[in-house]
């Protein structure tokens, strides 16, 4: 079965500095890969994903994740981190035509003045 | 721009109670889901259903569990016999579906924490 696993369920980073998340996926087939972001007291929204079309690819508020099927891995980045980023990042999968998205567990971002 | 919404935000019950979580997806969307993340826990899928009719389901939406698109608008889930272990927080998620272009996103609710005593 599919599975997606995050590298650290917090993550600490200045204001300013680059921001990396680490997101690896089981698959053998490359699945459809998303970012979800959750604020505070929030629900989940989508801040990119990949369908095979580009493997670069660039979502909301300067993020951007680059699928490597080489590394079975879909890191988020962006360039410079911001306050307002301080929040939960989930990293989700779904497989082919499947129904379901499977999550994984997710990585908090901190943001350090 | 459209939203999927979700009552009550929080909801207290006791264990043995029944409760309903509703959700009204996006208007032009066809299919449903529920989901849920138990605190600490990763968001898990319990059920997708189109067409009115459950499409897949998880292992966790066992016979205590049931949704229902009772109009053309709302889509509940209905908890029959709640325990401890179904505190969580629930979230409704809708999508158009799978298109010609692929894969359609899911567009989530801001969620239902329910808490069970």
């Known amino acids: 079965a599919q599975s997606v696993t995050q590298l650290g369920s917090h993550v600490s980073v200045s204001e300013g500095a680059l921001v990396l998340l680490r997101c690896n996926y089981s698959s053998s087939v490359p699945p459809y890969l998303f970012w979800y972001v959750q604020y505070p007291n929030q629900g989940l929204q989508l801040l990119l994903k990949?369908?095979?079309?580009?493997?670069l690819v660039k979502g909301i508020n300067g993020f951007e994740a680059e699928f490597k099927k080489s590394e079975t891995s879909f890191h988020l980045t962006k360039p410079s981190a911001h306050m307002s980023d301080a929040a939960e990042y989930f990293c989700?999968?779904?497989?082919?035509?499947?129904?379901?998205?499977?999550f994984g567990k997710g990585t908090r971002l901190h943001i350090l003045p | 721009e459209p939203e999927v919404t979700q009552t009550p935000s929080h909801q207290v019950t006791q264990m043995g109670q029944e409760v309903i979580l509703r959700c009204v997806p996006i208007?032009?969307?066809?299919?449903f889901y529920w989901y849920r993340q138990i605190l600490g826990q990763k968001v898990e899928f319990l059920v997708s259903?189109?067409?009115?009719?459950?499409?897949?389901k998880s292992e966790i939406f066992d016979d205590q569990f049931s949704v229902e698109r009772p109009d053309g608008s709302n889509f509940t889930l209905k908890i029959r016999s709640t325990k401890l272990e179904d505190s969580a927080m629930y979230f409704c998620?809708?999508?158009?579906?799978?298109?010609?272009?692929?894969?359609?996103?899911?567009?989530f609710g801001p969620g239902t924490r329910l808490t069970v005593t």
């Open positions: 998620a809708s999508s158009e579906g799978w298109g010609v272009a692929g894969v359609g996103e899911q567009y």
């Open positions: 990949y369908t095979s079309a580009a493997t």
């Open positions: 208007s032009n969307h066809l299919y």
């Open positions: 989700a999968a779904l497989e082919n035509r499947d129904d379901k998205i499977i």
């Open positions: 259903f189109y067409n009115n009719e459950i499409s897949e």
